[in-house]
Structures are given as structure tokens and as C-alpha cells.
């Protein structure tokens, strides 16, 4: 079963008179229980796609549907079934941990204790401080507090824009390690992320960008359609380095790639005439490889 579709689904935003295209006719969908990765950067159209499918916008054209439902015409079911976790903390910062948990609970004419199953994991990280306000919380709290809230009605799908933005690194591991064990509960997951380290740690993956999603696949299945073989360089004039490669004979790209370069080589190129003073090895496709070829695919 389906538990996201969308379909051609296009929407744009009047801005001092003109139309800017957020979404450009994009289509995917996403089975039942899967953890499914929106990956792009800032102004990839990400937040626009969420706020059609939990119901808060409408789309210009096409159609999606959650758990079956349409977006337009089952709008208020949707929001029964739903969880949603925008990308800004949106929870009320002057009540306290547990009157949020407690609020959001009332809403869904469910209880804390009803289905505090299915936030122990989250909740209990945070509850020794269910007292404290939650604008005091730190990011990783406050996102776990918001986590909660989304989770405690039991929803049949999830949705999670850029969740772990802002937020240190050990709170970005637990975070995904929860969202695995919440897949395993049959709840279908859809979260947006702009770190493609992230995309690794998701079922599927959607890479999007200016309105377009530009490939639909597993992790594996995106690194293994790169076809190419990668350098990774460094030496102690990066930049002169990277110029370097970028106007040599037999490579297609090259691109900062955090302490190092990495340096795409066209299809039948075994080896370059590289300069004394340089090091080089053989790298692993990553993501984020894929994205860059991707996007410069797309553009050309």
C-alpha cells in the first residue's frame, strides 16, 4: 500500500508581482512503514511539499494523497492521522514539558498514558524536566519534546521538516536512531534534511532541487548509479589544486569535498598525470557526489 502519493504537484508564490515556481510538477510516492528522505538544500522546495501534505497549504495543480486520503477534499482526516514537526520549534515555549504533552494529547481526545508507548524512548530523555518551560529547553530537547507531541496521538504517518537542523551531532544520531525504531512500529516516515550524511540512514531517498526532485532511489542504488571513479586530493595549496584538476585532461569535475578535493574521472580514464607534492587516493562514492552530478546534470 501507499502511503504517500504525489503527483505532479506543482505550486508557486506571488512575490512583488511574479510568480516563483516552489514546486515544479513533482511525483513520487512512498510504501507503507518506509522511512523516506527528502534531501536538498534551503529553498529546494521541501517545506512547501510538507505544507500540501499535512493539509496547512493547497497546491496550484496535481494531486496527493496521504493514508488514501486527498489533500484537499479530506483535509480535516489527514489531520487526524498525521504528525507534523516543522522546521521551526512551534510548541508553546511558556507552558512547561508536560502541559505541552498534555495539550497536544487533549487535542486528539487521546491521553499521555494511552499511548505512552510509542514516545517512551523520546520522552523519557526528557522528562526529568517536565517541569521546566519549554522555551528554556535546549535544541536537542525541544526537538525531542516536539517529536513527542507529534507522536502522541498515534499518527499513521509522520512528518519531520529538517528536524535536526541546529542541532550537535549526538543528538543528531539519537534522533535518527528513534526514527528507526518508529519505522519498525508501522508508521510511515517522511523527513526532510538538508545534510546528505543523512540520506544513508533513510530506506529510500528523494534528491530534490529548485522545485525539481531529480532521482528516486535506495542510498545503495544512488551510489551505484554513479558509474565513475573518484580521487580524493590534497595538498598545501588547495585552491591552486582544485584549479588545477578542474582544467586537466580526463576529468569531468572537481569540488571541495571537506579537508579534501574530490576529483571526478571521465568513463575509460584509469589514471591522470598528476604533479609530485599532490596526494591522492581512491574514494567511495558518496551522496553528496550524486547530488553534484545530479544538479549539474539537471541544469545542463
Same mark, same amino acid.
Given at each position: @500500500? *501507499?502511503?504517500?502519493?504525489? !503527483? /505532479?504537484?506543482?505550486?508557486?508564490?506571488?512575490?512583488k508581482?511574479?510568480?516563483?515556481?516552489?514546486?515544479?510538477?513533482?511525483s513520487?510516492?512512498?510504501?507503507?512503514?518506509?522511512?523516506?528522505?527528502?534531501?536538498?538544500?534551503?529553498?529546494?522546495?521541501?517545506?512547501?511539499?510538507?505544507?500540501?501534505?499535512?493539509?496547512?497549504?493547497?497546491?496550484?495543480?496535481?494531486?496527493?494523497?496521504?493514508?488514501?486520503?486527498?489533500?484537499v477534499?479530506?483535509?480535516?482526516?489527514?489531520?487526524?492521522?498525521?504528525? %507534523?514537526?516543522?522546521?521551526?520549534?512551534?510548541?508553546?515555549?511558556?507552558?512547561?514539558?508536560?502541559?505541552?504533552?498534555?495539550?497536544?494529547?487533549?487535542?486528539?481526545?487521546?491521553?499521555?498514558?494511552? +499511548? %505512552? /508507548?510509542?514516545?517512551?524512548?523520546?520522552?523519557?530523555?526528557?522528562?526529568?524536566?517536565?517541569?521546566?518551560?519549554?522555551?528554556?529547553?535546549?535544541?536537542?530537547?525541544?526537538?525531542?519534546?516536539?517529536?513527542?507531541?507529534a507522536?502522541? /496521538? *498515534?499518527?499513521?504517518?509522520?512528518?519531520?521538516?529538517?528536524?535536526?537542523?541546529?542541532?550537535?551531532a549526538?543528538?543528531?544520531?539519537?534522533?535518527?536512531?528513534?526514527?528507526?525504531?518508529l519505522?519498525?512500529?508501522?508508521?510511515?516516515?517522511?523527513?526532510?534534511?538538508? %545534510? @546528505?550524511?543523512?540520506?544513508?540512514?533513510?530506506?529510500?531517498?528523494?534528491?530534490?532541487?529548485?522545485?525539481?526532485?531529480?532521482?528516486?532511489?535506495?542510498?545503495?542504488?544512488?551510489?551505484a548509479?554513479?558509474?565513475?571513479?573518484?580521487?580524493?586530493?590534497?595538498?598545501?595549496?588547495?585552491?591552486?589544486?582544485?584549479?588545477?584538476? *578542474?582544467?586537466?585532461?580526463?576529468?569531468?569535475?572537481?569540488?571541495?569535498?571537506?579537508?579534501k /578535493?574530490?576529483?571526478?574521472l571521465?568513463?575509460?580514464?584509469?589514471?591522470? +598525470?598528476?604533479?609530485?607534492?599532490?596526494?591522492?587516493?581512491?574514494?567511495?562514492v !558518496?551522496?553528496?557526489?550524486?547530488?553534484?552530478?545530479?544538479?549539474?546534470?539537471?541544469?545542463?
Open positions: @500500500m *501507499k502511503a504517500i502519493v504525489v !503527483d /505532479h504537484i506543482e505550486k508557486a508564490y506571488a512575490i508581482k511574479t510568480k516563483v515556481p516552489a514546486l515544479k510538477g513533482i513520487f510516492d512512498v510504501p507503507q512503514g518506509e522511512l523516506f528522505g527528502l534531501i536538498g538544500p534551503d529553498g529546494a522546495g521541501k517545506t512547501t511539499l510538507f505544507r500540501i501534505l499535512t493539509t496547512l497549504i493547497l497546491p496550484d495543480s496535481g494531486t496527493a494523497s496521504v493514508n488514501g486520503l486527498d489533500v477534499k479530506d483535509f480535516l482526516k489527514i489531520r487526524q492521522e498525521v504528525g %507534523y514537526m516543522p522546521g521551526r520549534f512551534s510548541l508553546y515555549t511558556d507552558l512547561t514539558v508536560e502541559e505541552n504533552l498534555n495539550f497536544f494529547a487533549n487535542i486528539f481526545n487521546t491521553t499521555v498514558k494511552e +499511548n %505512552y /508507548h510509542l514516545i517512551k524512548d523520546v520522552y523519557q530523555q526528557i522528562e526529568p524536566f517536565k517541569h521546566v518551560r519549554a522555551g528554556k529547553l535546549s535544541g536537542g530537547m525541544k526537538q525531542k519534546l516536539a517529536l513527542s507531541c507522536l502522541i /496521538h *498515534k499518527p499513521k504517518a509522520l512528518f519531520l521538516d529538517e528536524p535536526t537542523t541546529g542541532v550537535d549526538v543528538s543528531r544520531k539519537e534522533f535518527w536512531e528513534l526514527l528507526r525504531s519505522r519498525n512500529e508501522g508508521i510511515t516516515i517522511l523527513v526532510s534534511t538538508p %545534510y @546528505m550524511d543523512e540520506a544513508s540512514l533513510c530506506d529510500r531517498v528523494g534528491l530534490i532541487q529548485t522545485g525539481n526532485i531529480m532521482q528516486v532511489n535506495t542510498p545503495e542504488g544512488l551510489r548509479s554513479f558509474g565513475k571513479k573518484i580521487l580524493a586530493v590534497r595538498s598545501n595549496q588547495m585552491l591552486k589544486t582544485l584549479e588545477l584538476f *578542474k582544467n586537466m585532461e580526463g576529468v569531468e569535475d572537481a569540488y571541495p569535498f571537506g579537508e /578535493h574530490h576529483v571526478v571521465k568513463k575509460n580514464v584509469q589514471q591522470l +598525470n598528476i604533479p609530485d607534492g599532490i596526494e591522492v587516493e581512491e574514494a567511495a !558518496d551522496i553528496e557526489d550524486c547530488f553534484i552530478a545530479l544538479m549539474k546534470s539537471h541544469v545542463g
